[in-house]
């Protein structure tokens, strides 16, 4: 488990996003340091997906700017600090469940659980062999959670990270995003349902810019 990153700060400064030309938000600022989260909420197109991707750098900010400090040398930056899970689930359909997660784990560094570690926390353990494209809706979700798992990145940026997961899902999540805020991590996640993480703050975002 690495140290905790003491004096790590995520901050947003007057952060303005858009979509095919067009402001989506704007005037966005928010700071994190070690150990705390952010819930991104807001109704359908409020740019929270946009934001997001803004944060991770897949996007270009239209004004501001997003800083990421206290990495040290082995996260000098954003894009080697943050793991990205988007609405997409990021696997090869006809490699197994086991076969992505070695790949990802190649692909990302600074291994953290073994796949099959990884894939026991979130319940998976049986079927690591598995074809990832024969997995249920809440399967492959969890098959994605379990990517956060086996290389270790400070910050979490997550997009609707239980879209798909019953109950037991959900709450074995919480318990997940819990150690890692413990663990000295930052997360920020876009949602529309309680994540069930106490005393985080929340980002309200509004409807479109015009
Ligand atoms: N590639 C694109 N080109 C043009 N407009 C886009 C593009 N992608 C998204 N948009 C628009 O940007 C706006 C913000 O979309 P975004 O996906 O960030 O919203 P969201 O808050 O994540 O929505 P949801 O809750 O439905 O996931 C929407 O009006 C959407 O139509």
Not at 81 to 102: D, F, I, Q
Not at 118 to 139: C, K, N, R
Not at 175 to 204: F, K, N, Q, S, Y
Request: glycine content about 14%; proline content about 5%; some cysteine.
């Amino acid at each position: 488990m690495p140290d905790k990153q003491d004096r790590m700060r995520f901050a947003a400064e007057d952060l303005g996003g858009e979509r095919g030309g067009e402001p989506v938000f704007a005037g966005v600022s928010f700071a994190l340091s070690a150990g705390e989260a952010l819930l991104v909420t807001g109704p359908n197109g409020a740019g929270k997906s946009t934001l997001l991707r803004v944060l991770c750098g897949l996007l270009p900010a239209s004004r501001g700017g997003v800083r990421f400090s206290g990495g040290g040398d082995e996260w000098p930056d954003m894009a080697s600090a943050c793991h990205y899970l988007g609405h997409r689930n990021g696997m090869k359909t006809a490699l197994s469940v086991t076969e992505n997660l070695v790949f990802w784990q190649d692909f990302l560094g600074h291994a953290h659980l073994s796949p099959q570690e990884a894939l026991e926390m979130v319940g998976l353990g049986e079927i690591g062999h598995l074809p990832f494209g024969y997995l249920s809706t809440g399967q492959r979700r969890r098959a994605s959670i379990a990517r956060l798992l086996v290389s270790y990145r400070p910050v979490w940026l997550l997009d609707e990270p239980t879209s798909g997961l019953d109950r037991a899902s959900e709450a074995q999540f919480a318990e997940l995003m819990g150690v890692h805020l413990e663990d000295g991590g930052i997360i920020v996640a876009a949602t529309h349902l309680p994540l069930g993480l106490d005393g985080v703050r929340e980002l309200r975002m509004g409807e479109r810019v015009e």
